[in-house]
């Protein structure tokens, strides 16, 4: 399912990608599943990529602490490197939202 997530992701398909992910993610908990910090990143990035900063922290925050809890290192840079991407992209929208007005 996180896998499928991530190809409807990247074709655009946000929504539906969403839903794959989130049941991947309830399923990760459920079983307590050793890659479940990487489910959580390919989450936030698809909140990110629905516009949905706010939440997309805090699920990368949470990632971020799961992956260094396990000394993930190529995940805990693959997160940094998503929280910088949604810096960036929460800096965009803002500087945009203040041209329009």
Known sequence: MNDLATILDMKGHHDQAYEFVKRASDLARETDHPEGHVILSNMAGILMHRGNYSEAKWVYEEALQQAESKADQAAVQHIREGL?????????????GETSR
């Open 84 to 96: 910088e991407e949604l810096r960036e992209k929460r800096h965009s929208s803002q500087v945009l």
